[in-house]
């Protein structure tokens, strides 16, 4: 095992080594364009943005991973954190800005040309994409539907037509507040007419970070799993309502359909950048001890947290969508994300252990062993900062202050999902590139969860006693 000295060492003199070279990246580096607002800088949609980028997997400690967290994500070169496994990091690297020469002898390549990775699932898609769309509607019947990825447009397509069908229980609200580039941000409302007024509620969202295809397309199939079971079984539906957000960050995930696949953030330019940078990452901006700690001030990085808390405009419509007058009722909330197989609770900024952790575990607990049951696949479940620090996270955000003074009398059972695969059991560095057959079987265990979740939730709400 590398040491983190040494980690820390190799990567930082590779950083000033680059930092030296700086006129030379500056010419290059693809994000390099003049600011227009709301317009899509046109030369970010390279041919083959990856070519040159590999995955290399470097061996770290438990107790290492915060510090190299932070020297990871402030140096140039690294493209992304992929995923922490047990005694390992997966990391992004290009190799054009960071040799392989300078990276620790331990460091092993897993994935030589990301390029084709890429490739690979856009020639798939080219071809799903047509079948699909030659059959008319009927691509929205489960068997076509959950069979591959859709682009937003269809996304937005298969919810107003799910509304259509079921007007009975699903709400379908055209526009919660727009992205940078304009596009509308979506959510659903879940709910039978039994008790409408006085039920408990449960916010769910995904699509944070635009690469995570999974989280949003495992939204869809729980959400299609209530309502086909409503009919035989309306015990949940009728007892609770479910507020969804299933795809957050719309301009990072239509620029992941364009080739741009491992795109994290959002697609907003950083005025005032040396390299031009674009994007805040989505799940460091909520305005909950923002910026302290598990994120960067750095805006080339994956993980920037952005110039202040809640300041784009994608969390700012999420946060005032979520205290709206008819949210009332809500006790829980979750962000499902991908990927490495884990129920984080909060917190993620602290050591300091919630008020309400022994439920906060037990309902973690009980997530994952609904999933277990289900399909036999393991997750873990662990307080995000066992993890790795992270701050300004949606799910601390729902557990916190700002929500703790809107709703003074409880706070919300709050987790974070990171869904399949396992950081463990990445194959072929897929990741993020999860395999479309594996949509149903994701959507099946954690629709199993949800259920779980639920009804836990409502036996046990976190109570605010006075
Ligand atoms: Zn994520």
């Not at 009728?238 to 959002?266: F, Q």
């Not at 259920?451 to 836990?456: A, G």
């Amino acid at each position: 095992m590398v040491s983190i000295t040494v980690v820390a060492t190799l990567i930082c003199s590779a950083s000033s080594a680059v930092a030296a070279a700086i006129g030379h990246q500056h010419q290059q580096h693809p994000q390099q364009q003049p600011l227009v607002a709301g317009v899509e800088p046109s030369n970010t949609l390279v041919a083959q943005p990856y070519a040159g980028h590999r995955i290399v997997r470097v061996p770290v400690g438990f107790g290492e991973r915060t510090a190299l967290e932070s020297v990871l994500s402030s140096t140039r070169g690294i493209e992304s954190i992929l995923v922490w496994g047990t005694s390992h990091v997966d990391i992004q690297v290009d190799a054009s800005v960071l040799p392989p020469s300078l990276l620790p002898p331990t460091a092993q390549t897993i994935v030589d040309n990301v390029q084709s990775l890429v490739d690979k699932e856009m020639d798939r898609l080219a071809v799903s994409q047509s079948r699909l769309l030659a059959l008319g509607n009927d691509r929205f019947a489960p068997d076509n539907w959950f069979s591959e990825y859709h682009k937003y447009t269809d996304i937005v397509a298969w919810f107003k037509d799910l509304a259509a069908k079921h007007p009975d229980l699903v709400t379908f609200i055209p526009s919660i507040g727009k992205t940078y580039l304009k596009k509308d941000i979506i959510a659903i409302k879940l709910t039978s007419s039994v008790n409408k007024l006085t039920k408990p509620q449960f916010w769910f969202h995904s699509g944070d970070h635009a690469r995570e295809w999974i989280g949003p397309a495992t939204v869809q199939y729980f959400v299609h799993s209530l309502i086909a079971d409503h009919a035989s079984n309306p015990s949940l539906l009728d007892s609770a309502e479910l507020i969804i957000v299933p795809l957050m960050n719309v301009d990072g995930y239509e620029h992941t359909w364009t080739g741009n696949r491992l795109w994290r953030k959002n697609r907003r330019p950083i005025k005032g950048d040396f390299f031009g940078s674009i994007g805040v990452d989505l799940n460091r901006n909520w305005p909950a001890h923002w910026g302290e700690g598990g994120s960067s001030n750095m805006p080339f990085s994956d993980t920037y947290m952005g110039p202040e808390a809640g300041s784009e405009p994608e969390v700012k419509a999420l946060i005032e969508f979520f205290k709206n007058d008819n949210h009332t009722r809500l006790i829980g909330a979750i962000d499902l994300h991908s990927f490495s197989q884990l129920v984080l609770r909060p917190y993620g900024w602290t050591q300091k252990p919630a008020p309400d952790e022994p439920l906060l575990k037990k309902g973690g607990d009980g997530i994952r062993d609904a999933i277990k049951k289900a399909s036999g696949k393991k997750y873990v479940s662990e307080r995000e900062i066992d993890l790795y620090a992270a701050s300004g996270t949606a799910s601390d955000w729902f557990y916190d202050e700002e929500v703790q003074e809107w709703l003074p009398d409880r706070r919300l059972y709050a987790y974070t999902i990171e869904l399949r695969p396992s950081a463990d059991e990445v194959n072929g560095g897929e990741g993020f590139i999860l395999p479309p057959e594996q949509i149903i079987p994701t959507g099946k265990e954690i629709y199993e969860a949800v259920k779980w979740y639920i009804e836990f939730a409502i036996d046990n709400v976190l109570w605010v006693k006075k």
